[in-house]
Every structure is written in structure tokens, then in C-alpha cells.
């Protein structure tokens, strides 16, 4: 069964210092990966997935299948990155394999 | 707005009533997605259709029932409503069921049952 471990439930860090979420898998093959975003009062939207190695808004994640992360980290966290942080894997090769299994959540908080 | 929609937006109801939630999205899209997230914010898959066909139902109790009347519907059927019910449930919807598709999110009904 694939499995998505968010550690870390709460994550406060002040403004202009290096952030890091933390996201690890269990799965035997190889997923897809996401991570989700939701602003306060917002819907929960997708902030970037592994297969575009894009960076969206100073955000980049990259995949490690070694040690089977997929940690989002961005250089120096601004006020308005505080939200509620979630990763997701897609698994492959099934029927609905587009269905995202999200891990627990991080909230961040980014302290002026 | 091009965007999925879902109503009611809160919905407080007994024990043991029968409720419904709507989702729509307009944004042409073939696949749509029931998510229920509980009171620690755990976001799990409940089902997912594919143009109006269900897909998968990740063991969901029997007394949930989606209901695609078309490709732009996906209404939640919820019947003897319980205690453990309450959550928000998101609706959101793909262009198609890749699993590189970006999945577009409803804004969430927060269901309390008393």
C-alpha cells in the first residue's frame, strides 16, 4: 500500500530564512509525486509535481528514490507562503491511477 | 468562473438523516474526485469517475453514494448520516485520468453531524 509521511505537523520560520517540508513515501514502484497547497480561506490548489522539475513561486522539490523523499524547500520564505502544505503521490499502472493519496499535512507559518 | 463548485458550503444535520452534496465543475473536464478530509486535516480519496463511470471506490461504506448524472456532475449521496461523517469533503476534477493531470479543487463542504 503506498503511504505519504508528512513528519512534521507545524513548521514556523521567519521571514528571508531557507524553509524546508519534509515528505517521505512508501511505495514499490515508481509514483508520481505532488505537492498541494492551501491558502487561508483558499481551495487547496497544486503548487508543483516531480515530472514538470519546475519551480513555482521560489518552491522546488525534487525526488530523491534513494531515500524515497520529496522534500519542498525554498531559499527564503516570505509572509505569504504561510499555508497548509500537503504532499501527494499518484500511483502507477492501475485503474484511477490519477487518485492522490496526500500525506497529514504541514501547516507553515511564516513569522514576519 | 471556471472553477468546480460545490453546495451546500456547511450542512449541520441529526444523526441518521439522509443528505446531499453537489459538486460541478465547468471546466470540461472528464474525471471527478471525492475527498473527505477529517478533524486532524488528513485529506483520503473516497471515489473517483471517469465520464460518468466510477472508477474506483477506495472502501467507502455503502451508505455513500455518488451519483454522475453527466460529465460535469458528481453529487454525494449520504444515507443514515453518523457521528464519524462529519468532515469537510472536497470535490475536485482532472482533465483526464493521468496521473500527471493536475487535479482542480472544490472550496469544501464542512459536513457536521450532531
Known amino acids: 500500500a503506498q503511504r505519504v509521511t508528512q513528519p512534521e505537523k507545524l513548521l514556523s520560520v521567519f521571514k528571508g530564512a531557507p524553509v524546508e517540508l519534509k515528505c517521505n513515501y512508501s511505495?514499490?514502484?515508481?509514483?508520481?509525486l505532488f505537492w498541494y497547497v492551501q491558502y487561508s480561506r483558499q481551495r487547496l490548489q497544486l503548487l508543483l509535481r516531480h515530472i514538470s522539475r519546475e519551480s513555482i513561486k521560489g518552491f522546488t522539490a525534487d525526488l530523491n528514490k534513494g531515500e524515497t523523499s520529496f522534500h519542498l524547500k525554498k531559499p527564503f520564505a516570505q509572509e505569504e507562503d504561510s499555508a497548509m502544505y500537503y504532499c501527494?503521490?499518484?500511483?502507477?499502472?492501475?485503474?484511477?491511477?490519477?487518485?492522490?493519496?496526500f500525506g497529514t499535512g504541514t501547516r507553515l507559518t511564516v513569522i514576519p | 468562473d471556471t472553477a468546480v463548485s460545490q453546495t451546500p458550503k456547511y450542512l449541520v444535520t441529526q444523526m441518521g438523516n439522509d443528505k446531499s452534496i453537489k459538486c460541478e465543475q465547468n471546466l470540461g473536464h472528464d474525471t471527478m474526485y471525492w475527498y473527505k478530509q477529517d478533524s486532524k486535516k488528513f485529506l483520503k480519496i473516497m471515489f473517483s469517475y471517469n465520464n460518468k463511470e466510477l472508477i474506483i471506490n477506495e472502501t467507502v461504506p455503502n451508505r455513500f453514494s455518488p451519483k454522475s448524472p453527466d460529465k460535469a456532475h458528481l453529487n454525494l449521496h449520504i444515507n443514515s448520516l453518523e457521528l464519524g461523517d462529519s468532515a469537510v469533503y472536497f470535490c475536485a476534477s482532472s482533465q483526464r485520468l493521468g496521473r500527471t493531470d493536475t487535479q482542480y479543487f472544490g472550496p469544501g463542504t464542512r459536513l457536521t453531524v450532531l
Open positions: 511505495y514499490s514502484g515508481s509514483p508520481e
Open positions: 501527494a503521490l499518484s500511483p502507477p499502472g492501475e485503474t484511477g491511477a490519477n487518485n492522490l493519496f
